[in-house]
């Protein structure tokens, strides 16, 4: 069984652009969390989906939104860039709400 | 607000003896209980979990103890080896909130 998969693995922006990140959950799973991880702060709630629904938000601007599709498939965006922004983006799926997470291998952002 | 804390941000261990890793969390509502480990560059890797009605749970060389009063989770690894250098996370939730809030972290160097 494939494991979570994250697109692309790294990426360069320049403050005040966009970005959309993807992640696509293992095979059943319909849980789907982001997370943030930088240096010092562990890995910082974003948000997590379920069944194409919102269920939690963490502490974070309105720049950072998200999506899930139908099948599952999540995608993150953060809007108007910062520099303080630069991270890895861990998403985490699961087959049921509150069980283990299974994480993809990340997405490194590094805004310039 | 540090729901959850791992006080020590690194650790040196001599390989074969015991390492212990300790994480408080604050919240009492919080049931269930889970360790993660995270190389350089990967997504967090899920270890080993507990659920409030329990006090130890044990998985070949790792134990993961529970002190609900003391609301204190620990990790026991024994015998250590080289390849158990990573950073490890703590990972508390409830059934009534479902996302998961992770510890910083803390970084376990073996040392041969």
């Known amino acids: 069984k494939a494991g979570v998969t994250q697109t692309p693995r790294y990426l360069i922006k320049t403050r005040g652009q966009q970005v959309t990140l993807s992640c696509s959950p293992i095979s059943g799973h319909r849980s789907v969390s982001w997370y943030q991880q930088t240096p010092g702060q562990g890995l910082q709630f974003l948000f997590e989906y379920f069944s194409e629904t919102q269920r939690n938000k963490g502490n974070f601007p309105g720049r950072f939104s998200g999506r899930q599709f139908s099948n599952s498939r999540s995608e993150m965006n953060v809007s108007t860039l910062e520099l303080g922004d630069s991270a890895l983006y861990l998403c985490?799926?699961?087959?049921?709400?509150?069980?283990?997470?299974?994480f993809g291998q990340g997405t490194r952002l590094t805004v310039v | 607000d540090q729901q959850v804390k791992q006080n020590s941000p690194s650790l040196s261990v001599q390989e074969g003896r015991i390492s212990i890793l300790n994480c408080d969390y604050t919240n009492s509502m919080f049931d269930y209980f889970l360790w993660y480990k995270k190389y350089p560059a990967e997504g967090p890797t899920f270890l080993i979990s507990i659920s409030s009605i329990k006090d130890k749970n044990e998985d070949g060389r790792f134990t993961v103890f529970l002190n609900k009063s003391a609301k204190h989770l620990s990790l026991h690894i024994v015998p250590s080896q080289p390849g158990d250098s990573a950073v490890y996370f703590c990972a508390v939730g409830g059934f009534g909130n479902e996302k998961l809030t992770f510890g910083t972290g803390t970084r376990l160097t073996i040392i041969p």
């Open positions: 985490a799926s699961s087959p049921h709400r509150n069980t283990e997470a299974f």
